[in-house]
């Protein structure tokens, strides 16, 4: 696995196929991963609606749903239930409150047909979801977004899965102009100092986001 400021690139060898992943979030906040195999092969994938991390009496209720959107080739899981959240904690208070994805849809999709796609509930308020798909050396793309409204996310998602290559571009360019002309020239006899002074600018930059009211 090797870590650049525009992308993650990863290696598997299983056997005797060689799989190359490139992980990339794009402008849009989608993030994909591009994925090729020297044999034609099926990879298999499986996730789950969110589960608080809390201790299990403080947790309310669940009620996320999975769905099958098959025009769109997509998962959708919308994500709900609430909690008990604490406010203040000398002394210890506790409200009723939402889970932080509550009303939240993800969505996945991949630029070939999503096969043998198969939801359940694990356990009341909780789903599960798989789903297979080709890949080969021409590659095959699965996209994630995750927004308040469905379409939305479905939209942006479909945005990257026209032209993954391009946004794949994109973010490269990107990041190549922020380390090239934003960051100051640093050098010095050490070249593991000079990769983590850019290594650290790179994260920085990339923890910038737009919102609409001036840059956070």
């Known amino acids: 696995m090797k870590f650049r400021p525009d992308k993650m690139k990863v290696n598997y060898t299983i056997a005797d196929v060689e799989i190359y992943e490139e992980k990339f979030v794009a402008e849009n906040d989608v993030i994909s991963t591009v994925i090729t195999s020297s044999k034609p092969i099926k ?3 499986d996730g789950q609606s969110m589960v608080p991390e809390v201790v ?8 996320a749903s999975c769905s099958h959107d098959s025009d769109n080739n997509a998962v959708h899981i919308k994500e709900g239930g609430a909690v008990k959240a604490t406010v203040t904690e000398n002394p210890e208070t506790l409200v009723d409150g939402k889970l932080v994805y509550d ?9 070939r047909p999503l096969s043998d796609v198969k939801i359940v ?15 080969d050396q021409d590659g095959t793309t699965l996209s994630w977004a995750m927004n308040d409204e469905y379409n939305v996310a479905l939209n942006q998602v479909k945005e990257i899965l026209s032209d993954p290559i391009s946004h794949q571009v994109a973010k490269t ?6 380390l090239n002309d934003d960051v100051p020239y ?3 006899s050490d070249d593991d100092i000079v990769a983590v002074y850019y290594f650290q600018y790179a994260l920085h930059a990339m923890m ?8 956070e």
């Open 43 to 45: 990879i298999e994938f």
């Open 56 to 63: 299990h009496n403080l947790i309310i209720s669940k009620n």
């Open 103 to 111: 009303g939240m849809s993800t969505v996945l999709s991949a630029s």
């Open 121 to 135: 509930e694990s356990e009341p308020g909780v789903c599960k979801y798989n789903f297979t798909f080709d890949v």
């Open 173 to 178: 360019e990107k990041m190549n102009d922020i």
């Open 186 to 188: 640093f050098r010095c």
């Open 208 to 215: 910038y986001t737009f919102i609409g009211k001036g840059q």
